[in-house]
């Protein structure tokens, strides 16, 4: 059985797309801080957060202005997603990337590259290796099957937990983690092929 929260938002949606526009904005105020927390959260820009979150609402109104949304009784899921995938497009337009974030693989997978990177005080020489060792890997990640390129960025260079990725990607969590084994295990065998050295 659907809970009171969903209905309402369903039947605000519907409001919306008969005419009223108010529905929307008591969407948008009733959702806004958790979506817009998910941005911030990733991008770490409050600017870059705030167009995100605007185009993701200019996305939302197109497509219920067209006719085209189908997410009954999944509102807010499926404005994350939307986000989601804005937030994707943004680093690819950009090009920039959040300062890798180490932390154990919850997978259990004992080969972890991202932590043979030191995180500690380091000399400038110190310091150039390490950024041309993350742009090394950088240039590998690319080189990835789409769906461990996706899961291995959401966890690596966004830092989302295993159950966001799932919920995000509407995988599985077995499957996340599963994705995330295949991607450092290309990305091994990669290293091994190029000889890359990835630790100073």
Aim: with cysteine; glycine share 4%.
């Amino acid at each position: 059985m659907l809970s009171k929260q969903v209905i309402d938002d369903q039947i605000l949606v519907n409001n919306y797309i008969s005419g009223d526009e108010t529905a929307l904005s008591t969407l948008i105020k009733r959702h806004k801080r958790r979506i817009f927390s998910y941005i911030m959260n990733t991008l770490k820009d409050k600017a870059a957060a705030e167009d995100v979150f605007q185009d993701t609402f200019i996305k939302v109104i197109n497509t219920l202005k067209k006719g085209n949304y189908n997410e009954e009784g999944k509102f807010l899921p499926w404005v994350m997603r939307i986000a989601h995938n804005l937030i994707i497009d943004s680093f690819r337009q950009d090009k920039r990337m959040p300062t890798i974030s180490g932390g154990t693989n919850q997978d259990g997978e004992n080969f972890d590259i991202f932590n043979l990177i030191g995180h500690h005080d380091c000399s400038i020489e110190q310091e150039i290796i390490q950024n041309q060792i993350r742009n090394d890997l950088r240039k590998l990640v690319e080189h990835l099957p789409l769906e461990q390129r996706e899961v291995l960025m959401m966890r690596y260079y966004y830092d989302m937990s295993f159950k966001e990725i799932s919920e995000q990607t509407n995988v599985s969590i077995n499957t996340a983690l599963g994705r995330m084994r295949y991607a450092l295990i290309n990305l091994r065998k990669m290293i091994e092929e190029k000889e890359i050295i990835v630790t100073y």
